[in-house]
């Protein structure tokens, strides 16, 4: 399996995973990041030639400056960019808010763009964010350290990902 994405594939991923880490600043959005590569193929070609037979979009909020519309946008463009019928695109939704700087509305807004533009374009979306999130739509704080995913929130996401479609 490769899982696509910003620095949230980082700190999620199963470690019997391939992990192909974008950048997805402003203007940038599935460009690899050149640290993370030293081919100057773009990610699309580099999905398309990899021998991963399930390919995981997994895109985080931290260091994103889109609108849930360019965000999901972006991801449609890219599905079009990998699609073959010899592997199954998985679209994952956004996790639940870590921070201030992002609020649960806007993942929301986001995760209903993206299971629209999954089926949109006859991929699988997964529902990673439901499993983690406290009544007010937040990340609940058992997942989370500094910003990010901790031990539980990581052996969460695996067993989210892992037991359904790997």
């Not at 950048?23 to 699309?44: P, Y």
Request: aromatic fraction near 10%; glycine fraction near 6%; include cysteine.
């Amino acid at each position: 399996c490769l899982f696509v994405g910003n620095s949230i594939v980082e700190d999620a991923v199963p470690d019997n995973c391939s992990r192909l880490i974008l950048d997805l600043r402003q203007g940038t959005m599935f460009r690899t990041r050149a640290e993370n590569m030293k081919s100057k193929k773009s990610a699309a070609e580099l999905v398309r030639e990899s021998d991963a037979r399930n390919i995981y979009i997994f895109i985080g909020t931290e260091d994103a400056s889109f609108t849930e519309e360019q965000a999901a946008e972006g991801v449609g463009r890219f599905i079009d960019d990998i699609y073959t019928d010899k592997k199954k695109i998985y679209v994952m939704s956004v996790l639940p808010p870590m921070t201030d700087d992002v609020t649960a509305a806007y993942c929301d807004r986001l995760n209903a763009l993206l299971m629209e533009k999954a089926n949109e374009k006859g991929v699988y979306y997964i529902d990673c964010s439901t499993p983690f999130r406290k009544s007010d739509g937040r990340m609940s704080a058992a997942y989370i350290s500094d910003g990010r995913l901790n031990s539980d929130g990581r052996k969460l996401f695996e067993r989210i990902v892992l037991t359904r479609y790997i």
